[in-house]
C-alpha cells in the first residue's frame, strides 16, 4: 500500500504538534533575530555591517543544503534524519544563546541554519506520510497555518525576550522547543523502514550550490567594510562564479542530480515562479534587517515596541494567505504575482514618503501593504510551480522553491544593506562637509561614535546626547532617514523586476491545478517541503504511486 492509500495514523494529532514546533523554532529564529541586532552590536562592539551576518549565517546553509536535507530523509529515514537535524539545530541554539565572542556566535548560527536544512524539509515529509490521503490536505493545512503564526509572532518574540531578558534568551528559547518536538517524535513518528536499496546523494552538487551562495552574500556583504577593491571582496564573487559553473556542469551529467536544471528550461512556470521568490525573499528578508534600524535607531522605539510596531507587516500572511490562494485557482498565477509585487513596489513608494515625517503612524500604510504584497508572492509561488511540472517532481520543485527564498533573503539583506550603508555615509559626510560644524578631535570623534552605537539601543534621541554633539547628530539622523528613503526606493526597483519577471515567464495554471479553494490546502501547497525525492509522501501529487507518470520533456 502506498502512502496515499494508507489511512491517518490515530497519533497523527501530536504527530503534527511535534512537526510544527519543529517548523515553528526555525520561523520563529529568523523573524525573530532582526529584533535582537542591536542588542548584539552593543554587547560585541561590532558595527552593524557586520551584525548582519548573524541572521545571513543561518539563512546561506538553510538555502544551500535544503534539498540535499530533503534527499538524506528519503534515504535513510525521515524521523532519523528529523531528530538528527532536531539535535544539530538545538545544540547550536544552546552554543548561539552562550556565545562568548561575535565569531563564535556567527559559527553557531551557521550549524543552526544546516540543523534546520534537515528538519523543515522531513518535517513536511513526516505530516504527510502519517496523515495518509484522506487527511493529508487537512494535516500539512494545520502545520503550515501555524508556521504562518509563528513567523507573525517572531518579531514580538524577539522584541519582547530582548527588553525584558536580553538577546542570548532569543537564541535559547529554541532549545526547549527543539528538544520537546524531537521527544515527541520519538514517542509517535513512525519507525523508519529498512531499505536495501540506496541511491547515491549529490554531495559535490551540494558543495558547490553552497559556495555559489556562500561567495556572492559575503562579497557583496562585505564590499562596504574592506572596498569592492579588496580580494576579501571580488576574490570570493570569482569563486562564487566559477563554482556556479561548474553545479552548472554536473547538474547536467550526474545521474541523479541535486537540482535538474532540465525541467527551468522545459517549464517556463516553474522558472518564472523560482525567480519570483528569489525576488520575494531579497523584499521580505532585506527589509526584515532596514525596518528594525528605522524603528529603533531612528524613531527611539525600545526592541519590544519595535516588535509590536511590525505587526501590520506580518498579519497579512495570515489573512490574506488563503484569499490569495483561492484568487490563484480562478484566475492562475500570472495576474496574482503580478499584483502582489506591484503592491509591493506601492509599500516601498509609501514608505519613502513616510520616513521623513520621523513618525510611526505615517508608516503604517507602508508596513501593511509590504505584508499584503508578500502574503499574495509566497502564497501563489509554490502552487505555480507544482502546476507546471508532474508529480514525480514535485519534491524537487519545492525544495528548490525554498532553496531560491532563502538564497533570496541572504542576498537582499547584503544588498538592502550595502544601498542603506552607503548611502548613510555619503549622506553624512555631505551634511558636515557642507555645513559651518568645525571638525572633530580625535577623542570627540570616538564619543560621538560611541554614543550613536548606544543609540541603537535606546533610539537616536539627539537631546539625550552631550550638548556639543546636537547638530553633529541632527545630521547624523537626516542621514539616516535619506538612507532608507533610498532604501525603500530599491524595494520598488526589485518589486518591478517582479512585476516583469512574472508577467514574461508565468502562463495561465495548466490542466488539473491544485484545488487551492480551501485555506488547507493553500497553506499546504505554500508550506516548504525542501525534498529532492519525497514525491511518493507528498498529497499534492495527481498519480498513484503504483501508476505509471506520464511522460514529459525531461
Known sequence: MSARDTPASPRLGLVIVAMTIGNAVILVSQTAVPLALPA???????????????????????????????????LYGLRR????????FAAASLAAGLAPTFEFLVAARVVQGAGGALLLP????????????????????????????????????????????????????????????????????????????????????????????????????????WGWASPGVWLPLVIAALSAAAFVVVERRIAVPLMDLRLLVSHRNYAGATVSQGLGGMIEMGLGVIFPLLLILNLGMDPTTAGLALLPTTLPMVIVAPLAGRWYDKVGGRFPLMTGFGV??????????????????????????????????????????????????????????????????ALGIAAFYLVFHATYVHELHERIDSSDLPDLTAAQYEKLRSDIEAAEQTGLRPDHFDPEFTDYLRS???????????????????????????????????DNPIDMTSPEKVFAAGVIVGSASSSKHLHLHRHRDDQPAPRDPV
Open 476 to 510: 547624523t539622523l537626516d542621514a539616516a532617514s535619506s538612507a532608507h528613503v533610498l532604501t525603500f526606493g530599491m524595494t520598488v526597483v526589485v518589486a518591478v523586476l517582479g512585476v516583469v519577471a512574472s508577467a514574461l515567464l508565468v502562463r495561465r495554471a495548466v
Open 122 to 225: 522531513t518535517s513536511v515529509a513526516i505530516v504527510s506520510a502519517v496523515a495518509g490521503e484522506k487527511d493529508a490536505g487537512r494535516a500539512l493545512g494545520t502545520l503550515g497555518g501555524a508556521a504562518a503564526v509563528a513567523g507573525a509572532l517572531g518579531p514580538i518574540i524577539g522584541g519582547a525576550l530582548t527588553g525584558a531578558l536580553g538577546w542570548r534568551f532569543v537564541m535559547l528559547v529554541n532549545l526547549p522547543l527543539a528538544a520537546l518536538s524531537m521527544v515527541i517524535a520519538l514517542l509517535v513518528v513512525p519507525h523508519d523502514p529498512r531499505r536495501a536499496d540506496r541511491d547515491r546523494v549529490d554531495v559535490i552538487g551540494a558543495v558547490l550550490l553552497s559556495i555559489t551562495l556562500l561567495g556572492v552574500v559575503f562579497g557583496i556583504g562585505q564590499s562596504q567594510v
Open 344 to 409: 509591493l513596489g506601492l509599500a516601498g513608494v509609501a514608505l519613502m514618503l513616510a520616513v521623513p515625517t520621523h513618525e510611526f503612524v505615517p508608516l503604517i500604510p507602508g508596513l501593511t501593504l509590504y505584508g499584503i504584497g508578500l502574503a499574495i508572492v509566497l502564497t501563489v509561488n509554490d502552487p505555480v510551480s507544482l502546476d507546471s511540472v508532474p508529480a514525480r517532481h514535485h519534491g524537487q520543485v519545492s525544495g528548490v522553491s525554498a532553496t531560491a527564498e532563502q538564497f533570496g533573503g
Open 81 to 88: 534524519v528529523f531528530c538528527a537535524g532536531s539535535i544539530v
Open 40 to 74: 548584539i552590536m552593543d554587547e560585541f562592539g561590532v558595527g552593524s555591517s557586520s551584525v548582519q551576518w548573524v541572521l545571513t549565517a543561518s539563512l546561506l546553509p538553510l538555502a544551500g543544503l535544503m534539498v540535499l536535507g530533503g534527499r538524506l530523509g528519503d
